[in-house]
């Protein structure tokens, strides 16, 4: 009921503001459980996508969203219990993963559509980067549940870093075709075979979004960006130290000519 409510109203709004546009929605079942294997561009992937389907979709987020304190945080858990998110807790990497896992497998094995980013966070440059090869994989070799890779188009130029107030335009969200891995089934302790279906996950996700393909963690080039942003800050700080220190020997090399 709840998730029906924000649907219609936070769905509702957000089509009638930003028009998304859809290709392939008839690959997506009308019933029965699927796994739908999305790039991240942004935020607001986690609500254009479920807005154009009409069945639920359930993604995951991070616990801290359900248990902040005081009417706030009450108010964002009820918010995203809403819109289907449900709660893992990331304070430990393998806990997290493995709780990530098991609720995927929850979800598809009730009969539901499992939403997830097999980049694990979202591209800090609107490329596409290599998928880490552990929920998607084993939800999808556990379940037997067909993966939909979709493509999310735009999202990220909507509302830019920094930026309060989105952009009003259309973003586009392409679905692909079903892709069958039942042929992996009781593999999934396999590293090579993990692998090798989130690659090919990946490698339709690219083809459907146009982005170009990184293959590096989208965690490591977070890092390393954020290392290069450091650096340049520090150069830049010793370059204006070196400019005042500059200025401070010609203003007293002036001062010297002038009592001379």
Do not use: C
Request: hydrophobic share 40%; aromatic share 8%.
């Amino acid at each position: 009921m709840i998730y029906g409510a924000m649907k219609f109203s936070l769905g509702g709004s957000l089509k009638l503001a930003f028009r998304p546009w859809v290709e392939g929605l008839e690959n997506i079942p009308a019933e029965g459980p699927a796994i739908l294997a999305s790039n991240h561009l942004s935020f607001s992937d986690s609500f254009f996508l479920p807005a154009v389907l009409d069945r639920k979709v359930t993604f995951i987020a991070k616990a801290e969203y359900f248990t902040s304190p005081g009417v706030k945080g009450k108010l964002t858990a009820a918010f995203f219990k809403g819109v289907g998110q449900l709660p893992v807790d990331r304070s430990g990497a393998r806990g997290a993963a493995e709780a990530a896992i098991q609720a995927g497998i929850k979800v598809v094995e009730d009969g539901g559509l499992f939403g997830i980013y097999p980049e694990g966070t979202r591209s800090p440059d609107g490329r596409l980067y290599r998928g880490k090869p552990g929920a998607l994989a084993r939800v999808a070799l556990a379940t037997g549940a067909p993966v939909i890779p979709v493509a999310m188009i735009d999202t990220e130029k909507i509302q830019p870093p920094g930026k309060i107030v989105p952009k009003l335009m259309r973003p586009g969200i392409r679905i692909g075709k079903p892709l069958d891995f039942r042929r992996y089934q009781g593999l999934e302790g396999d590293r090579f075979i993990l692998r090798s279906v989130t690659d090919e996950v990946m490698y339709e996700i690219m083809k459907l979004s146009g982005q170009e393909y990184v293959d590096i963690y989208a965690t490591v080039a977070k890092r390393q960006l954020a290392e290069q942003k450091a650096e340049q800050k520090a150069e830049l700080k010793a370059e204006q130290k070196a400019e005042q220190k500059k200025d401070a020997v010609e203003s007293d090399a002036a001062e010297g000519d002038r009592r001379d």
